[in-house]
């Protein structure tokens, strides 16, 4: 039973939580739709229809799919060598996993011009195969995925270690081989936690600033994804395409946050926990 202490003190709890929501989320989202919108649908759509807003939204796209499938791989390959082998250097591959969330995203995009830039040490092999890294869309691409890499890999190393590997064990005794032993009874356990860190690795991707802005160069319609452009936008006062543009960006998060609550739905039914 609830005493009445309790009650005041959920009710508080809840009532700044829906506060902290409204000021931090809720306001902010309003208020980048009610710029985006200040000047009609005309300007809002002539904004979000130009040429360089179509190709930074394509660029981002493009750099957020490869992040997704490359960091699914990577994460998928991680987890399970973490998880059920004993090799050398399994401790150094854990801690190299979580280095993204320790490094700043600036520092990560210099590192990647000190590797690849014109004063790099792999520069000379680079200009012998006329290959550009940095100032292009490669660049763009190892940046996002080195800055979502950690994602797929610490969602479902949880989980496979929760479930140990007996079942896998029984299978390869029986004969089964690698990819029957993963397709039958690995990937049903991983499933909805592959969804949920692919939905968090998109998030992030699209997302992401410092590194991309370091390694971009800014050009214009050429490395530019939708936050860099939503910047320069703004730096050139142009705040109603920078917000109409941003408008974009914080529609595909309400999109993504819906997926998210999809999926954790699904494995709470999955589970047969009661979902409220």
Known sequence: MRTKANTWTARALIGASVLFILVMLALPLAMILSEALHAGWSAYWKAISDSYTLKAAHLTLTATAAAVVLNAVFGLAAAWAITRFEFPGKRLLTTIIDIPFAVSPVIAGLVFILTFGRLGWMNPILTAYDIKIVFATPGIVIATVF????????????????????????????????????????????????????????????????????????????????????????????????????SLLAAAAIVILVA??????MVKKEDGGHVR
């Open 147 to 246: 800055i979502t890499f950690p994602f797929v890999a610490r969602e479902i190393i949880p989980v496979l270690e929760a479930r140990g590997n007996d079942e896998e064990q029984a299978a390869a005794l029986m004969g089964a081989g690698f990819f029957t032993i993963f397709r039958k009874i690995t990937f049903p356990h991983i499933r909805w936690a592959l969804l949920y860190s692919v939905i968090l690795c998109t998030a992030r991707a699209m997302g992401e600033f410092g590194a991309v802005s370091v390694v971009s160069g800014h050009l214009r319609g050429k490395t530019n994804t939708l936050p860099l452009h939503v910047e320069i936008l703004y730096n050139e006062y142009q705040f109603t395409a920078a917000f109409a543009v941003a």
């Open 260 to 265: 998210r609550n999809i999926v954790e739905y």
